[in-house]
């Protein structure tokens, strides 16, 4: 069962449009993280956070923003949206006694 | 700094056969390590983790690894490989304190052939 929960799941949007990305979860994990995963390619952090009012960038570069105002929820938006931004975005979850991330669904956003 | 390889970026193996992939880390010390596994257009769920005793884990689905501390290998097995095995793997790292974020190895893509 999935304790990390992504929406939407799919999302087609203009260019320009201004999007937010959800994940939230119910573990009462303190880190959480997004990853940028081209279809069939590797993952790359983008964001990570350590905690409420704890945001970092990854190792990839992001035009991104996160915020993690409650523990539970760590969205992600693009103030303008750009077919470059097409790809799909995993959040992913971890707690001091869970061993091993916990992973959502993923949104696989498409830029058009 | 840390990193992970897979030497292998697709594999392809017929129904009923084994598998074993390939996996090695690059760390100071011995890390966590982890195997994941990602179905097509979804997230990734965990296969199975080692972080001290036996060397020989099992995981879920008829999977096990094995770390080998003097290659620095964790490789994933399974004896007998059914179609729905098809899927992207990733071996994954991570140091022993809490603090340290995850390490991911490039994956290595499943077919599996009827």
């Known amino acids: 069962e999935a304790d990390i929960y992504q929406t939407p799941r799919y999302l087609v949007i203009g260019t320009g449009k201004k999007i937010t990305l959800e994940c939230s979860q119910t573990?009462?994990?303190?880190?959480m993280y997004w990853y940028q995963q081209d279809p069939g390619m590797e993952l790359h952090l983008i964001h990570y956070s350590y905690g409420v009012n704890s945001t970092e960038k990854g190792d990839l570069s992001s035009e991104s923003t996160v915020s993690r105002i409650r523990t539970e929820h760590f969205p992600l938006t693009l103030e303008s949206a750009r077919p470059s931004h097409t790809s799909q975005y995993l959040c992913?979850?971890?707690?001091?006694?869970?061993?091993?991330?916990?992973f959502g669904s993923g949104t696989r956003l498409t830029v058009v | 700094a840390q990193s992970v390889t897979q030497p292998d970026i697709h594999i392809t193996v017929s129904e009923g056969a084994s598998l074993e992939l390939r996996c090695n880390y690059s760390?100071?010390?011995?890390?966590?390590l982890f195997w994941y596994v990602q179905s097509p257009g979804q997230g990734l769920q965990l296969l199975l983790k080692y972080f001290s005793g036996d060397t020989l884990v099992q995981g879920i689905k008829g999977f096990e690894a094995e770390f080998k501390r003097s290659q620095s290998s964790f490789n994933l097995r399974k004896p007998s490989v059914h179609w729905s095995d098809a899927a992207e793997y990733f071996c994954?790292?991570?140091?022993?304190?809490?603090?340290?974020?995850?390490?991911f190895g490039p994956g290595t893509r499943l077919s599996v052939l009827p």
């Open positions: 992913a979850s971890v707690g001091p006694s869970s061993y091993g991330y916990t």
């Open positions: 760390y100071g010390a011995t890390p966590y």
């Open positions: 573990m009462g994990h303190d880190k």
């Open positions: 994954a790292v991570v140091g022993n304190n809490y603090g340290q974020n995850f390490v």
